[in-house]
Structures are given as C-alpha cells and as structure tokens.
C-alpha cells in the first residue's frame, strides 16, 4: 500500500504549451524553492534536445529518462518540478511523484494550445500536417490522467502571475496540516 504524502514540493503537469514553465519560474521565485524543468534537465544530461532525442532514439528511450529524473526526486524539498507534457501519463510517475509534491494540472483547450504552439518547432509530437488535430486526439488521450491532479487550474484569460498567486494559496493550504496554528 501507498505511503502516506509528504508534501514538500509542488510539480507543474497538462499539456504542451499551458504555460507550466512560465508559472513554474514565477511560483519558485515567490515560495522561494528551487526549479527543475524535467525537459531542460534531460536535455542537459543527454547533451541533446528533445528533438535529436526523439529522432536518434525514439520516444521509448525518453519515457525511460522521464521515468528515472522522477524517481530521483523522491528525497528533493523544496523544490518546483515543470514536467513534460507526457510524464505524468505514466502512471508511476504520477505514483512517486505524489508522494512528495503538491500535483497542478495546467489546463486549455485544444484551440488555445495550438494558438500558443503553433509557430513552435521544438515538439517533436506536434510535427504533423494538422496539429490541431494531434493536440485534440492526445488531449483526449490524457485528459483522466492529467484530471487525477490535485489541483486544475485553467489557464485562459488569466495572467501567468494570477495562475502563480492561485497555486501558491493552494500549496499553503495543502501543506499546512489543519490543526496547526498559521
Ligand atoms: C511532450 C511534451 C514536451 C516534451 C516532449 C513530449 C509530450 O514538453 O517533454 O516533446 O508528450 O507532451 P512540454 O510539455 O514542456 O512541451
């Protein structure tokens, strides 16, 4: 059976281009915690970017550099983790990283994604002759694992800013046990 949670970080997922770095930088920046991107973090230690990965290796061997950043976070504090928009559809990703983080999902619809994404190039997974049509079909895909957060937050018609301060009550309130005085 599952440990109880230990509450000491707080890790961003949703889907691609939501926006979670952005409120990732801002949310360590005002609880004053360290911030991984697991993205940034893979590409640094494969000394490639998502792109060359995927092409030289597939997705398969990426899924497996996700799934061993994730279970070495486990003794991490303080700490936001931005994760890749696929990373928390495996389910013992989201298993360990619950134990230890507060989970928001980032959410929009598929037509504001492809507005945010559209002039992009880096998403190996959204180089296909109709995107939008992608973005809708794993989207639908995902939706019950990204709904399994802790916390959903849309992300339309709300500044970065407004989403951090949001999350930031959200966390204090998560954290804190009840009894204890504030
Ligand atoms: C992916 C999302 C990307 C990156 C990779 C795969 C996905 O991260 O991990 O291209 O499967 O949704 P972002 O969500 O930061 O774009």
């Not at 801002?26 to 990965?53: K, P, S």
């Not at 980032?106 to 190996?124: C, D, F, G, K, N």
């Not at 995107?131 to 970065?160: C, F, K, N, T």
Request: glycine residues 6%.
């Amino acid at each position: 059976m599952a440990a109880s949670r230990d509450i000491k970080n707080l890790a961003l997922v949703g889907f691609m281009g939501v926006g979670k770095s952005t409120v990732g930088r801002i949310l360590a920046e005002q609880l004053r915690f360290d911030f991984l991107d697991t993205d940034e973090r893979i590409e640094r230690e494969a000394g490639r970017n998502v792109r060359q990965i995927f092409a030289e290796h597939g997705e398969p061997v990426f899924r497996g550099m996700e799934r061993r950043l994730v279970q070495s976070l486990a003794e991490r504090n303080h700490l936001i983790i931005s994760t890749g928009g696929g990373l928390i559809v495996d389910p013992e990703n989201f298993a360990d990283l619950r134990q230890h983080a507060m989970i928001v999902c980032l959410w929009a619809t598929p037509e504001t994604i492809y507005e945010r994404v559209r002039y992009q190039s880096h998403r190996p997974l959204l180089q296909t002759p109709d995107p939008l049509a992608r973005i809708r079909e794993m989207l639908a895909q995902r939706e019950s694992a990204y709904r399994q957060a802790d916390v959903l937050v849309g992300v339309e018609h709300r500044s970065a800013r407004e989403i951090a301060q949001h999350i930031v009550h959200q966390f204090n309130a998560m954290r804190k046990p009840a009894a204890e005085p504030a």
